[in-house]
């Protein structure tokens, strides 16, 4: 039955909203706020109340989040296979992965890959992709036939930042470009390429127009659809919403407000009624969330989003509960369907699957469960414990008793049966404290704290510390924990795999291109390409790959190391190892590699052997042109050369000999020249 009023949208939403009973209980554990710990109050002794502090361990808090960081940190691998022999639909298709690949970066931040895993603590997780609600720098250029007239005339100027002008100057580029080039064009033509060019700029300014976030599955409710777990066929987000940012986010609807009554505005009908409306948002992200931060006197009304294959709801209720004249409790906002009616643009992530009926809770649990249930009862025991503990610790060691009462007189004076009124009996001096039975709640919560460390999946990740520990074990130790966690992650890959054939059937459905701009990670410097998708990319017969892994870095040494082994057995090949090592072309890789050592090869004849033969000939070439080269020149001391021959004296004379202190003949060079 469709809904055609916001009383009929209410009903649909109380009918959907069935409360969720364990998963609440799963994030109290996790988030340290038991509130059964305040029970525990209620039920202990009346002397323990007094030191009763409630203990809650973050073991499960510090698990969820290892496990986050660690299957988040792994990246996102995009890769699409072309059905199709046409050469040219294959080339296509390289462009369609290409401009994937640039939006599952934009899309899928680190922030985003982190909430991805809060399925982990919390059973199942919803993913939800929306359509920003304008594209406001792209508007500015609507209206084609008033920018090719400006471009066309030079008498009418306008500032250089305005969208005419920079038509202008872009048609005006374009038509200089083809004078010089000596291309003879049309004026349409020019046109073309102008009105392309200042439409990607504009797109490119105001970004993506798909946007993805992790709502909260305590404020969601939906049905899957039969054939694909994955996919909703229904499904509902609620809460609380500040007015003044709703009514910003929804102004291109005409929401107001008015006598504290909302109304949807409309020029040709001035009545306050709901009316269907085609308009390009969906989603609440535009929308304060209810944590943001409030303000005195803020007004907050209840907000409500269903979305079907067909339409989406948007039902916003009168503030303060009120009723409007028609009696109705809001009003209603009707959004056609952007994703080619086969996506409601919600879809789960599955955590433990059961095969059980029921609701979402009932069919998922939390890959943590073991975890948890044992976190509660450490909790309720260790709390108990400490109160017990601290208690007894400050006691006094005997308890003085001024005189008796309460007890039973001489057995042969009449008196009355003892009654339980009459309290414990009592004897004057000093009575030493009677123990509890502590021990054993000791030996019980050894226990659990034993169980709560064995069901910690990170247990010994990092390494015993033991000087013995080989990095090899260590690794392989690592490897085994993270294998656990590979269909936790096919999960989420099978979910972004389904987000980005939603937005396929966007562009299909709105016949728009996105455009965005990719710069690769690698160099930086490089410049930022310009990457598109558009409508005839989308219906190519695509199979899509969508993987991620779960590894470390010393994971995948192990798994280096263990797969070399096997090829040195001889058990598999060297093509099948850099296969299995993640090369995704071995054949080429081995390509280089033989060349690589052939030049290896030719270095080492060269050094080896002819390297001293042209270094000799090199040298005697030289000789030969320039002659023998001069020798180098010998410091002066005393007026005479150190070392060579000393100058001729005149008349052909013999040198002198110079004597020292102790009339010892000395070197030529000088008296010091020689000790």
Same mark, same amino acid.
């Given at each position: 039955?469709?809904?055609?009023?916001?009383?009929?949208?209410?009903?649909?939403?109380?009918?959907?909203?069935?409360?969720?009973?364990?998963?609440?209980?799963?994030?109290?554990? $996790?988030?340290?706020?038991?509130?059964?710990?305040?029970?525990?109050?209620?039920?202990?002794?009346?002397?323990?109340?007094?030191?009763?502090?409630? $203990?809650?361990?973050?073991?499960?808090?510090?698990?969820?989040?290892?496990?986050?960081?660690?299957?988040?940190?792994?990246?996102?691998?995009?890769?699409?296979?072309?059905?199709?022999?046409?050469?040219?639909?294959?080339?296509?298709?390289?462009? #369609?992965?290409?401009?994937?690949?640039?939006?599952?970066?934009?899309?899928?931040?680190?922030?985003?890959?982190?909430?991805?895993?809060?399925?982990?603590?919390?059973?199942?997780?919803?993913?939800?992709?929306?359509?920003?609600?304008?594209?406001?720098?792209?508007?500015?250029?609507?209206?084609?036939?008033?920018?090719?007239?400006?471009?066309?005339?030079?008498?009418?100027?306008?500032?250089?930042?305005?969208?005419?002008?920079?038509?202008?100057?872009?048609?005006?580029?374009?038509?200089?470009?083809?004078?010089?080039?000596?291309?003879?064009?049309?004026?349409?033509?020019?046109?073309?390429?102008?009105?392309?060019?200042?439409?990607?700029?504009?797109?490119?300014?105001?970004?993506?127009?798909?946007?993805?976030?992790?709502?909260?599955?305590?404020?969601?409710?939906?049905?899957?659809?039969?054939?694909?777990?994955?996919?909703?066929?229904?499904?509902?987000?609620?809460?609380?919403?500040?007015?003044?940012?709703?009514?910003?986010?929804?102004?291109?609807?005409?929401?107001?407000?008015?006598?504290?009554?909302?109304?949807?505005?409309?020029?040709?009908?001035?009545?306050?009624?709901?009316?269907?409306?085609? #308009?390009?948002?969906?989603?609440?992200?535009?929308?304060?969330?209810?944590?943001?931060?409030?303000?005195?006197?803020?007004?907050?009304?209840?907000?409500?989003?269903?979305?079907?294959?067909?339409?989406?709801?948007?039902?916003?209720?009168?503030?303060?509960?009120?009723?409007?004249?028609?009696?109705?409790?809001?009003?209603?906002?009707?959004?056609?369907?952007?994703?080619?009616?086969?996506?409601?643009?919600?879809?789960?992530?599955?955590?433990?699957?059961?095969?059980?009926?029921?609701?979402?809770?009932?069919?998922?649990?939390?890959?943590?469960?073991?975890?948890?249930?044992?976190?509660?009862?450490?909790?309720?025991?260790?709390?108990?414990?400490?109160?017990?503990?601290?208690?007894?610790?400050?006691?006094?060691?005997?308890?003085?008793?001024?005189?008796?009462?309460?007890?039973?007189?001489?057995?042969?004076?009449?008196?009355?049966?003892?009654?339980?009124?009459?309290?414990?009996?009592? $004897?004057?001096?000093?009575?030493?404290?009677?123990?509890?039975?502590?021990?054993?709640?000791?030996?019980?919560?050894?226990?659990?704290?034993?169980?709560?460390?064995?069901?910690?999946?990170?247990?010994?990740?990092?390494?015993?510390?033991?000087?013995?520990?080989?990095?090899?074990?260590?690794?392989?130790?690592?490897?085994?924990?993270?294998?656990?966690?590979?269909?936790?992650?096919?999960?989420?890959?099978?979910?972004?795999?389904?987000?980005?054939?939603?937005?396929?059937?966007?562009?299909?459905?709105?016949?728009?291109?996105?455009?965005?701009? #990719?710069?690769?990670?690698?160099?930086?410097?490089?410049?930022?390409?310009?990457?598109?998708?558009?409508?005839?990319?989308?219906?190519?017969?695509?199979?899509?790959?969508?993987?991620?892994?779960?590894?470390?870095?010393?994971?995948?040494?192990?798994?280096?190391?263990?797969?070399?082994?096997?090829?040195?057995?001889?058990?598999?090949?060297?093509?099948?190892?850099?296969?299995?090592?993640?090369?995704?072309?071995?054949?080429?890789?081995?390509?280089?590699?033989?060349?690589?050592?052939?030049?290896?090869?030719?270095?080492?004849?060269?050094?080896?052997?002819?390297?001293?033969?042209?270094?000799?000939?090199?040298?005697?070439?030289?000789?030969?042109?320039?002659?023998?080269?001069?020798?180098?020149?010998?410091?002066?001391?005393?007026?005479?050369?150190?070392?060579?021959?000393?100058?001729?004296?005149?008349?052909?004379?013999?040198?002198?000999?110079?004597?020292?202190?102790?009339?010892?003949?000395?070197?030529?060079?000088?008296?010091?020249?020689?000790?």
């Amino acid at each position: 039955m469709p809904v055609l009023t916001a009383k009929e949208a209410l009903a649909l939403k109380e009918q959907l909203n069935v409360p969720l009973v364990r998963v609440p209980q799963y994030r109290q554990a $996790v988030d340290g706020r038991m509130e059964n710990l305040d029970a525990l109050r209620k039920v202990i002794a009346p002397d323990y109340k007094k030191t009763f502090i409630p $203990v809650q361990t973050a073991i499960p808090n510090k698990a969820l989040f290892r496990l986050t960081n660690i299957m988040a940190s792994n990246p996102h691998e995009f890769a699409a296979v072309v059905r199709s022999t046409d050469q040219g639909e294959v080339n296509l298709g390289q462009d #369609y992965e290409d401009a994937h690949v640039a939006i599952d970066e934009l899309i899928f931040t680190t922030e985003i890959k982190r909430k991805l895993r809060g399925f982990i603590a919390d059973s199942y997780g919803v993913v939800a992709v929306d359509v920003k609600p304008s594209r406001e720098v792209l508007a500015k250029y609507a209206d084609r036939n008033d920018l090719e007239s400006y471009a066309e005339d030079d008498g009418r100027v306008e500032e250089e930042d305005t969208p005419r002008s920079k038509y202008r100057a872009r048609y005006q580029s374009i038509e200089s470009a083809d004078e010089k080039a000596g291309r003879t064009r049309t004026k349409r033509e020019r046109h073309e390429d102008a009105y392309d060019a200042v439409t990607t700029d504009a797109m490119l300014a105001d970004g993506l127009c798909i946007t993805v976030r992790v709502p909260d599955i305590l404020t969601f409710r939906g049905f899957q659809t039969d054939g694909d777990p994955h996919c909703f066929a229904i499904g509902m987000e609620y809460g609380q919403k500040q007015l003044n940012p709703l009514l910003d986010a929804l102004s291109g609807f005409g929401l107001k407000v008015s006598d504290g009554l909302l109304y949807i505005e409309d020029e040709s009908d001035k009545r306050k009624r709901p009316r269907t409306a085609s #308009y390009e948002a969906l989603g609440v992200g535009m929308i304060a969330e209810s944590q943001s931060a409030t303000t005195s006197g803020e007004t907050w009304v209840e907000y409500c989003q269903i979305r079907t294959c067909e339409e989406t709801l948007i039902l916003i209720e009168h503030p303060a509960g009120k009723k409007g004249a028609d009696g109705e409790p809001g009003v209603l906002i009707r959004v056609p369907n952007l994703f080619g009616n086969k996506y409601t643009g919600y879809f789960l992530i599955e955590g433990d699957a059961k095969t059980r009926s029921g609701s979402l809770e009932d069919r998922y649990e939390p890959p943590i469960k073991a975890l948890i249930v044992e976190a509660q009862h450490y909790n309720l025991l260790r709390s108990a414990y400490e109160a017990m503990a601290l208690e007894e610790s400050t006691r006094a060691p005997y308890v003085p008793m001024e005189k008796g009462g309460g007890g039973i007189e001489d057995s042969t004076e009449e008196t009355k049966s003892v009654q339980p009124q009459d309290g414990v009996p009592q $004897v004057a001096g000093e009575i030493k404290r009677v123990e509890s039975t502590g021990a054993k709640l000791q030996e019980i919560l050894d226990h659990v704290t034993q169980e709560l460390h064995l069901h910690e999946p990170l247990l010994n990740f990092a390494g015993t510390g033991a000087a013995g520990e080989s990095g090899q074990h260590l690794a392989r130790a690592q490897t085994a924990i993270l294998s656990e966690l590979t269909p936790y992650q096919a999960n989420v890959a099978e979910v972004c795999k389904r987000v980005h054939a939603c937005i396929d059937a966007y562009t299909i459905a709105t016949g728009e291109t996105i455009k965005i701009a #990719y710069a690769k990670h690698e160099d930086e410097r490089t410049k930022a390409e310009i990457r598109e998708l558009t409508p005839k990319m989308a219906k190519l017969p695509i199979d899509v790959i969508y993987t991620i892994g779960s590894r470390t870095p010393e994971g995948d040494w192990a798994a280096e190391q263990i797969q070399t082994n096997r090829w040195k057995d001889g058990i598999i090949g060297l093509t099948e190892l850099q296969r299995e090592l993640g090369y995704r072309d071995p054949i080429k890789m081995q390509f280089e590699t033989g060349v690589d050592s052939m030049l290896g090869s030719v270095k080492g004849v060269l050094e080896g052997e002819i390297g001293p033969l042209l270094k000799e000939y090199v040298k005697q070439q030289i000789q030969q042109a320039f002659g023998q080269p001069p020798a180098p020149p010998q410091p002066i001391v005393d007026g005479m050369p150190m070392g060579g021959a000393p100058p001729p004296m005149p008349g052909g004379m013999p040198q002198p000999v110079q004597m020292n202190s102790a009339s010892t003949p000395v070197a030529s060079g000088g008296p010091d020249a020689a000790v």
